[in-house]
């Protein structure tokens, strides 16, 4: 037999799935009723003296209500399709959403919930027609704040999006994707290797949408909330006049969450969002990956030897085994020869904006230094 808070959890769930009842209704019917089983007891009977008259409800909908029953209609398929679901009464259920007047009732998800929980998190976002400059600099942002330990969060959108996914990645950290559809209809198909990365590499690809639901003009302002609300932080990269990421940096806005603001040419269509935003908001200029570090008050811990006494210098070979990612193949590869970023980006097979992200890192470690645009290895790299 369920315990109470299972019953309870499960009568969430169908009402969360009843048409017409969204975070704030269901919520409101909650509070009314003290609880969601409390709800569908009362609505099975057709009773509804305890409406409050400031919640009335049209008749097709107490006829839903009435109608309701358990199994909810899209576990069956959720499990299917491998999901899991949470709602506010669990206890991985993200406390940052906790700043949205409408959190949603239920998050579906593929991948590990623990990673809609870090202890940093910035939401990464811009167009889907980025530059290339404008591709590397997410990449770049993307790759330091993930090896600093921070969620990089963002949309799986062709573009800004995918960019900031994939160098995260790369660096070895975690992303979190929120998609604008139920599972079922997922993200672009060309992201769907990078979606299958996200998950095996312990990050998460979630929706408050059912997973049946298709892609809507309505469904991605949704979507955009949700990835403010997740974040301690938002970063635009690049925004022209009409973009979603504008949604999302209003969004943050309201939300109290800070706001990094790219800069560009005041001519470049590129552009033209992000300078609306510094010059009509309180957004501040994000004028590069280690400055935004700084902003944010993250830092790279040194990593120490796996062996020596404490306080030791780890040798090169340890303190290599102690890198992830690209951070590891850029230093093994200035281990054996000093070079600029093109021989690095050539040595490594790396993109430009991982290897410039791993530099970062390993600069901030003392480790790498880079003379006349020459990087060497430093510190403990310097001792075999």
């Known amino acids: ?98 700043v949205l007047p409408d959190p949603p009732a239920v998050l ?66 975690t992303t979190v994707a929120v998609i604008g559809a139920g599972h079922g209809h997922g993200g672009p198909r060309a992201h769907r290797a990078l979606e299958a990365a996200i998950v095996a590499q312990g990050g998460a690809v979630i929706s408050e949408l059912a997973p049946a639901t298709p892609p809507t003009r309505g469904t991605y302002p949704r979507r ?10 938002v970063a635009v990269i690049e925004a022209p006049a009409r973009s979603g990421a504008l949604n999302t940096a209003h969004h943050a ?23 609306r935003l510094l010059r009509e908001t309180e957004a501040r200029v994000l004028t590069g990956p280690l400055e935004l570090l700084e902003d944010l008050g993250l830092s790279v811990a040194p990593v120490r030897a796996a062996r020596g006494s404490p306080g030791e210098p780890a040798g090169r070979a340890a303190a290599l085994a102690g890198l992830r990612g690209g951070e590891r193949l850029v230093a093994a590869a200035l281990c054996e020869a000093p070079a600029g970023l093109d021989r690095l980006v050539e040595r490594t097979g790396l993109e430009p904006g991982a290897v410039s992200g791993s530099l970062a890192l390993l600069q901030l470690r003392g480790w790498v230094q880079a003379i006349d645009g020459t990087f060497l290895v430093a510190g403990v790299l310097s001792h075999p």
């Open 253 to 275: 806005l309201e939300q109290g969450r800070p706001l990094f603001v790219a800069p560009g040419r005041p001519s470049d269509p590129a552009t033209a969002g992000c300078l």
């Open 1 to 98: 037999m369920a315990s109470s808070r299972e019953a309870e959890r499960d009568a969430w769930l169908v009402l969360a799935a009843v048409e017409g009842v969204g975070p704030r209704t269901l919520s409101a019917l909650v509070g009314a009723a003290g609880g969601a089983a409390a709800v569908l007891t009362r609505a099975g009977r057709g009773d509804w003296r305890w409406l409050p008259p400031e919640l009335p409800l049209a008749p097709q909908l107490r006829a839903r209500l009435h109608a309701a029953h358990r199994p909810a209609p899209f576990a069956a398929l959720a499990a299917r399709m491998g999901l899991w679901m949470l709602t506010p009464l669990d206890a991985s259920y993200p406390a940052r959403l906790g």
């Open 224 to 233: 955009n909330r949700l990835l403010s609300a997740l974040s301690d932080a």
């Open 108 to 173: 579906f998800g593929r991948g590990s919930p623990e990673a809609l929980r870090g202890e940093a998190a910035v939401a990464i976002v811009g167009t889907r027609h980025p530059t290339l400059l404008g591709r590397a600099l997410a990449s770049d942002v993307a790759a330091l704040m993930a090896g600093c330990g921070a969620v990089i969060v963002s949309g799986l959108a062709i573009g800004i999006d995918g960019a900031a996914h994939a160098a995260a990645l790369r660096a070895g950290g």
